[in-house]
């Protein structure tokens, strides 16, 4: 006898968590669609070659590969790396700008531990353009990221924005560029240490004092969008990039106000940097305020030129993504997470003799044709098993039918939350059912 277990790292869950799993899938998804975003569903498996294109050794340690026939092939990692390849493959195909969310699972070989999983759901809005991609786009996507956790109903919520171009020029100026890349990621993780072992840290990648105090003053500002905007302008630096940054993000907070994003739901924090490589611009994170613990639960950026291994046209593009299994996941545990509500079925109709159930079955056809969501008791049963089963899977009405509902042309209704019980003619039920469910 073989136990029935999964492997770990892979999130299975009990159907009323997976009812509420499902409705969060279902508002982002309408979220997304509001902004004028269109669907597309990549391939899980896709050549090794197009996945691992980028290379490097993280990258390749994590990705499921395997060989069949004489396909070197391997499972997806993101839904980026795809998107860069779908866009390569049908550029001629498609309208850009081009405004594509994907929602669907991906595959790392990670340590299972907590908060992290080998497959795990993304929900990704992305726009991508030919040659030149305006900043209005990275704009919106600070307001897609507000409607949508705003729809999400999980608390306040701040999304922080920044450009990879100032800190990267600010280290150009400051004669850093060596080990620039070095200290974006170590800002990328500021909020995740000690301020002296930050400070530690950074002292041994900077070894001049003044230096490493003006790259602290730095990423410890705070103040309004436009107090940061002032703040940069303030330091009258030389470096183009540095400048272009600071233009940039200028005009993508002008933006998100004309967007009326509330100013309470998002503000620029300079110690956003995001790990990966590819972000070259505007930058996003979003933290849960009630939940601080749980870290980036939304994040993206600008990427100028992300299908350079698949194309010679320049397709610059800007997206944000939400890992929902990692935070699906945290929220539960936290207790978070409305799974009160086990079933999708509205009303159970209740048959009480075997004879009986053709006069059933009628039924619930009609009141599935009026999108009442409704299931048959086919089972022999006593009336008491029968409300106990809707009782325990949360139903709300039990529609019972016996000799005496056949002979009336009626049906009793059983209200489970209150136990009121009334008979009614089967011409009325839709008009008493419908305001009720």
């Keep these: 006898m073989i136990e029935p277990s999964i492997l770990p790292g892979f999130m299975e869950l009990l159907p ?7 409705k969060f899938l279902k508002k982002i998804q309408e979220s997304y669609e509001l902004f004028g975003f269109l669907p597309i569903d990549t391939p899980v498996i896709e050549k090794a070659e197009i996945l691992m294109a980028k290379g490097g050794e993280e990258t390749e340690k994590q990705t499921y590969a395997f060989t069949k026939g004489d396909n070197e092939l391997a499972l997806r990692f993101d839904l980026t790396v795809p998107l860069a390849r779908y866009v390569s493959q049908r550029q001629n195909e498609l309208y850009f700008p081009f405004k594509r969310y994907q929602i669907g699972k991906v595959y790392r070989g990670e340590k299972p531990q907590k908060g ?23 704009a919106e996507l600070v307001s897609l990221i507000y409607f949508t956790f705003k729809k999400l109903a999980i608390g306040d919520f701040v999304v922080r924005i920044s450009n990879r171009k100032i800190l990267t020029g600010l280290l150009e100026e400051l004669g850093l560029k060596s080990t620039g890349g070095q200290i974006l990621r170590l800002a990328d993780k500021k909020d995740k240490m000690s301020p002296e072992r930050f400070l530690a840290e950074l002292s041994e990648l900077v070894a001049n ?21 002032h703040y940069l302008e303030s330091r009258k630096f030389k470096s183009e990039l540095f400048n272009t940054g600071l233009s940039e993000l200028e005009e993508v907070v002008n933006t998100v106000r004309q967007l009326k994003v509330p100013d309470t739901n998002w503000r620029v ?10 972000y070259t611009g505007t930058v996003y994170e979003t933290t849960l305020v009630e939940y601080p613990q749980l870290g980036s639960v939304c994040g993206g950026g600008r990427y100028e030129d992300l299908a350079a291994y698949y194309t010679d046209q320049k397709l610059p593009g800007v997206g944000i993504s939400i890992g929902l299994t990692r935070f699906f996941s945290q929220l539960k545990e936290i ?43 086919s089972q022999q049963s006593t009336l008491k098993k029968q ?19 056949i002979t009336s042309e009626t049906v009793t209704i059983k209200d489970m939350g209150t136990s009121d019980q009334q008979t009614i003619a089967l011409v009325d039920l839709l008009d008493y059912l419908i305001p009720k469910i």
């Design 116 to 138: 992290r999983f080998r497959e795990f759901y993304q929900c990704d809005a992305d726009v991508v353009a030919r040659d030149i991609l305006p900043l209005n786009y990275d």
């Design 335 to 377: 207790g978070a997470i409305n799974s009160n509500i086990k079933t999708t079925t509205q009303v159970l109709i209740s048959p009480m003799t075997e004879n009986i159930l053709p006069k059933a079955n009628s039924l619930a056809s009609v009141l599935r044709q009026n999108g009442i969501r409704t299931e048959v008791f």
């Design 387 to 405: 409300l106990d089963y809707a009782n325990k899977q949360g139903i709300n009405f039990v529609a019972i039918i016996g000799e005496d509902e």
């Design 16 to 22: 009323g968590d997976q009812i509420a799993f499902n």
């Design 209 to 229: 004092q003044e230096k490493v105090d003006q790259i602290i003053e730095f990423l410890n500002f705070n103040g309004s969008p436009e107090e940061s905007i």
């Design 269 to 278: 924090d300079f110690k956003i940097i995001r790990g990966l490589d590819y």
